[in-house]
């Protein structure tokens, strides 16, 4: 099996940290030096070897347990590896887990411990080592071992993504104690390894689309301006060609002008607007499974668009949207754009800053001349009925993908409307 080493976490060749004793505590530790030194004085002074004897044992035994604890994390080495960092809902993530012990001394006792996501859920693989934390909704997975000398550990899981979202795994804190348990050792790890969910892509091809399509009538575009990011081809120059076409290079090699050909483009620009605000009361938590639904048909919309070859941006309302900044993520086309708005529609979160008719009105200056705004809704209000007439009157062409619950609302004869409810539910 191959991991991405780019994704691992490694705790490095670091001395451990002795910590209080995880049988007894350092008071008593205290309590016990002073009582083995007090036997040996006394066996001294009374010249009684057998219990001369049990002091320097005692001693000897605390000295050694100190020392042993001191060194037993050395040259240990823990780390995770993923098959990737970056997954869709349902995918599954293939996760190792790997303790080296790259030293002479054996370690009796050692226990592994990492926080992740409860949204990270275990398939088909025993699950003892998981323990849900209700309070902090996390589980923790723990491992303990006993490790030879030079020897390698490993665990494998595969862990299924049930839920959108930035989820980091970890810390992790080692733990290691000494073969009388007087003394512990322990090595905190403050770094995470990152994962992040996409939203589920739904396919729109089974789609039938009004004669005015949103996005378009040809798979290509509106031949409207040309893409300059790379010619395709040359031909003459003739008349009205802009000088800023001219091949000068090719020009003078062919002893002729030349202009450069590019490939014909669109102008048309689709806005994806993401509204988390499922009440009313655009503040309060809505439905998390209309949320992820909206999430969903949002990257769904998206990846249609950039598919053929339309220029895509994103807007929400949610808590990280700056009123200053009106496009999570800017209009952009091409395979990388499909990235940046999965990676924006995964961290969204399920709280608005505004109504989606109010950030609607003030975003839409930042708007293209002629965008279709495609609305992922499952609210709709006469506040936004209204923003949607404003967009109408700049130009825009507005389509609302409706996921919400109960009578489809009335938008009137000029707005496309798709009902998605049944789709999202199979």
Same mark, same amino acid.
């Given at each position: ?139 923790? %997975? =723990?491992?303990?071992? &006993? ?5 390698? #550990?490993? *665990? /494998?899981?595969?862990? @299924? ?72 081809? %040359? =031909?003459?120059?003739? &008349? ?5 076409? #001219?091949? *000068? /290079?090719?020009?003078? @090699? ?173």
């Amino acid at each position: 099996m191959k991991y991405d080493q780019d994704y691992t976490q490694q705790v490095k060749n670091k001395s451990s940290v002795p910590v209080s004793g995880l049988l007894i505590t350092n008071q008593w530790l205290e309590v016990l030096f002073v009582a083995f030194l007090a036997v040996l004085i006394s066996g001294i002074f009374a010249g009684n070897g057998g219990v001369i004897a049990f002091g320097i044992m005692g001693i000897t035994a605390g000295l050694l347990s100190y020392l042993f604890s001191r060194v037993a994390l050395n040259q240990v080495f823990y780390q995770k590896k993923f098959n990737g960092n970056r997954f869709f809902v349902d995918e599954l993530v293939e996760m190792q887990v790997e303790i080296t012990n790259k030293k002479p001394i054996p370690v009796p006792w050692i226990r592994m411990q990492d926080e992740m996501s409860e949204s990270f859920e275990v398939v088909n693989q025993d699950v003892t080592n998981f323990i849900f934390n209700s309070y902090t909704k996390t589980q923790i %997975l =723990r491992h303990f071992a &006993s490790m030879r000398w030079y020897e390698r #550990i490993r *665990w /494998k899981y595969e862990l @299924k993504c049930t839920r959108r979202g930035v989820f980091k795994i970890g810390p992790s804190k080692i733990e290691s104690t000494e073969p009388f348990g007087m003394f512990g050792s322990q090595i905190n790890e403050d770094s995470f390894d990152e994962i992040i969910v996409y939203p589920k892509i739904v396919p729109l091809d089974e789609l039938i689309l009004p004669p005015l399509k949103p996005f378009g009538e040809s798979s290509g575009g509106m031949e409207l301006i040309q893409d300059f990011s790379g010619p395709r081809g %040359l =031909r003459e120059y003739s &008349s009205g060609d802009k000088l800023s076409t #001219i091949n *000068w /290079k090719s020009s003078a @090699k062919l002893q002729k002008l030349h202009v450069n050909l590019y490939d014909p483009s669109s102008s048309h620009t689709i806005i994806v607007a993401v509204a988390v605000d499922s009440l009313e009361t655009y503040w309060a938590p809505g439905d998390t499974e209309i949320i992820e639904n909206i999430m969903s048909m949002a990257a769904s919309i998206s990846h249609h668009a950039l598919s053929n070859n339309y220029t895509v941006g994103l807007v929400s309302n949610d808590m990280q949207t700056r009123e200053s900044k009106a496009f999570i993520v800017s209009p952009g086309r091409g395979e990388y754009q499909l990235t940046k708005i999965l990676e924006s529609l995964a961290s969204i979160n399920t709280l608005a800053y505004a109504p989606m008719a109010e950030h609607l009105v003030e975003v839409s200056r930042s708007f293209p001349i002629g965008s279709t705004i495609t609305i992922c809704i499952s609210y709709v209000s006469d506040d936004l009925l209204n923003s949607i007439k404003y967009l109408l009157n700049k130009g825009c062409l507005v389509v609302v993908l409706y996921l919400g619950e109960g009578d489809l609302p009335n938008f009137g004869p000029d707005i496309y409307v798709y009902d998605f409810r049944k789709k999202m539910k199979k």
